[in-house]
């Protein structure tokens, strides 16, 4: 049997290639120091960047903390004014919510009794100056009693006035009515009319006018031509200055004109001062609409008379129709008036007719005229009745739900509905 061989390695000669100690720890420390300058080198860049950064980060925030100094510097008066408009806001929202609620701080009420009592102190002064002048100057105040009495009895006399002038158109050299006294009584009330109107008071604007002097500024300015235009034609139709019938009938159809508009004048003081003192109403424009239309009524007679007496040269006219010639002025005047009142409510009977072209006319002018009045007098009637009848049904309204709070008696509620 064979014995086994034996290997024996030779370590003696190194194989291949072999590197010597001295030469591979020179390498490992070339390895070690070339990477320790490399983390060195990676060392330093890292803190230069990091010092670059904070660098830039201080001059970032010395940047930003400077713009954010100058800009609160520009936002401290901007916030110091958007504070004095919220608490301007809040106290007036705490004035509204005061005021809404009847609630008024002390220092508004000390400020507006302070404020009243001045002005009850120059309100004062000034009634007291001005009765001093008043007393000085004799002016009379448009509020005085004697006055108020003073114009009712003037419109009176302009009623009548207004009455006579509008017969002056139809006869105006009629021997039956006495025109020279009614003249002379209407040319002294004129007269003692203008002393009054220069010593009364006026307003203008609302501000009352005490001096003498801007009140007789006012009426030369205002009402003067009227009054001594008046006078004028009153005397001459009293004393015939004037013959010729035509220019007579012309200056009395201008003066009736000048007594409507003194009418209306005084017509507005007298239902200015009654409504001051409680007694205007329905009743009071009633009676001044019915007033309003016989006075239309009459001047259209007088009217259709003029012109039937007037046309005498024509063949026919409605007096010689309806044999009136010979009669006395109060019989034409009353058929006359007739003829009015049936043209002006109905289409006519057709017994007085015009018979010429002048009357046909005239006819035509007042139908058109008296149509119209008729119409807005009879609406306006209606609308006064329907405002006295519910004003009335309101009155008995109110008592019969004040009856109803205070008491359930069915039989006294049936009462007074029946009342």
């Not at 120091?33 to 960047?49: A, K, M």
Request: charge should be neutral; hydrophobic fraction near 40%.
């Amino acid at each position: 049997m064979d014995s086994p061989s034996i290997i024996v390695l030779n370590t003696d000669m190194p194989r291949g290639p072999q590197l010597s100690p001295k030469s591979s720890y020179i390498r490992y420390v070339k390895d070690c120091s070339s990477s320790y300058i490399q983390q060195e080198s990676e060392r330093n860049q890292d803190e230069i960047l990091s010092q670059n950064i904070s660098e830039s980060h201080k001059e970032m925030n010395l940047a930003y903390m400077t713009s954010f100094r100058s800009t609160t510097k520009k936002l401290e008066p901007l916030k110091f004014t958007q504070i004095a408009k919220q608490n301007k806001i809040i106290e007036k929202f705490k004035n509204n919510l005061l005021q809404f609620s009847y609630i008024m701080p002390q220092k508004f009420k000390a400020k507006l009794l302070s404020i009243e009592n001045y002005l009850q102190k120059d309100k004062l002064k000034k009634a007291l100056t001005q009765n001093r002048s008043k007393n000085q100057n004799n002016i009379i105040s448009p509020s005085n009693i004697y006055l108020f009495y003073w114009e009712i009895f003037n419109i009176l006399l302009l009623f009548i006035s207004l009455w006579i002038c509008a017969l002056v158109v139809s006869f105006p050299n009629s021997k039956e009515i006495s025109f020279q006294s009614f003249g002379c009584l209407f040319i002294t009330t004129n007269i003692i009319e203008i002393i009054i109107s220069i010593n009364k008071e006026i307003y203008i604007e609302g501000q009352i006018i005490n001096t003498r002097s801007d009140i007789l500024l006012n009426y030369f300015a205002k009402s003067s031509h009227l009054d001594v235009c008046s006078i004028m034609i009153w005397s001459m139709i009293s004393f015939s200055a004037i013959e010729q019938n035509s220019f007579i009938q012309i200056f009395a159809i201008l003066l009736l004109i000048i007594i409507f508009a003194r009418i209306f004048r005084v017509y507005d003081y007298i239902v200015e001062q009654l409504y001051q003192k409680g007694f205007g109403g329905y009743a009071f424009d009633l009676l001044t609409l019915v007033i309003s239309i016989y006075f239309f009524a009459h001047i259209m007679a007088c009217l259709w008379l003029m012109v039937g007496l007037n046309s005498n040269g024509e063949r026919m006219n409605w007096i010689r129709d309806n044999d009136l010639e010979n009669e006395s002025i109060w019989t034409q005047y009353n058929n006359a008036f007739y003829w009015a009142t049936m043209t002006m409510v109905t289409v006519g009977y057709g017994d007085i007719t015009p018979k010429n072209n002048y009357e046909m006319a005239f006819a035509n002018v007042a139908m058109f005229f008296s149509s119209c009045v008729f119409a807005y007098s009879m609406n306006a009637i209606g609308i006064l009745l329907k405002g006295f009848n519910d004003v009335k049904q309101n009155y008995k309204q109110q008592i019969l739900n004040y009856y109803k709070k205070i008491s359930h008696n069915n039989e006294l509620i049936y009462e007074i509905q029946q009342c």
